[in-house]
């Protein structure tokens, strides 16, 4: 089950990263203004997967985790950070601003694909509770990060072009863009709301590894019989 269980993982993880390579590609080719391309959450945090993931994957290939209590702390981060990419595509996004900001097919396999995948990898083939109580709370430096990015371009006079658009925005995003106070609610809500998202699947991983940990005696009973 143990050898299923790294290989499986090791498809999934190598699907991702060709996936990511294939979207990132095709994003920055049809783009026209490439040098943006890299300046949106989710460029930016399907790099830091892509090289995350290629870590893992040597590791895993050429022995294993060590420290497994780290390498399910960093595959929680990453895949809850590439789900908040695929929660705001889907949830805040109109059919119009997905094709502009998404880019078509190659924008799904990013915004989509790859997000499921890690969740798929992560809910299948991870082993459950052994996620710190406090790694959902860390899982809001990704945003965070990135809002300070885009204040640090606002500030330097750099924009963003929507797309094929000349017109340059301040920020990639419509509900980024407006009043002082506007702007603060729709942070601190979208960052409180995710937040307790990544507690939500937290709360189903600890609940899975509880419930496995009650019905394992039971499953011994039934070997030792």
């Not at 430096?141 to 924009?159: D, W």
């Not at 729709?186 to 709301?193: A, K, N, Q």
Request: some cysteine; charged content about 15%; aromatic content about 16%.
């Amino acid at each position: 089950m143990k050898k299923f269980t790294r290989i499986g993982s090791m498809i999934l993880k190598s699907a991702v990263i060709l996936l990511i390579l294939l979207g990132t590609i095709f994003t920055f080719v049809f783009s026209e203004y490439r040098g943006e391309v890299f300046c949106y959450y989710t460029a930016q945090c399907n790099m830091i997967v892509l090289l995350v993931l290629a870590v893992l994957l040597v590791f895993e290939i050429f022995g294993g985790i060590k420290k497994e209590q780290y390498y399910y702390m960093i595959k929680f981060f990453i895949t809850m950070c590439a789900l908040l990419s695929l929660l705001v595509y889907t949830g805040l996004f109109t059919p119009t601003e997905q094709m502009k900001l998404g880019g078509g097919w190659y924008g799904v396999i990013c915004h989509a694909v790859v997000p499921l995948l890690l969740l798929a990898d992560y809910m299948i083939f991870d082993r459950k509770g052994h996620v710190p109580w406090y790694t959902p709370l860390l899982c809001g430096i990704g945003p965070v990060a990135h809002g300070l990015f885009i204040v640090f371009r606002s500030l330097t006079g750099e924009g963003y072009h929507i797309q094929d658009s000349p017109t340059v925005v301040s920020a990639p995003y419509a509900f980024l863009r407006g009043d002082a106070v506007s702007i603060s609610i729709s942070v601190i809500g979208l960052l409180v709301g995710f937040i307790l998202f990544c507690y939500l699947i937290y709360l189903i991983d600890m609940g899975y590894a509880a419930v496995r940990d009650k019905l394992k005696p039971l499953f011994n009973k039934k070997d030792e019989a």
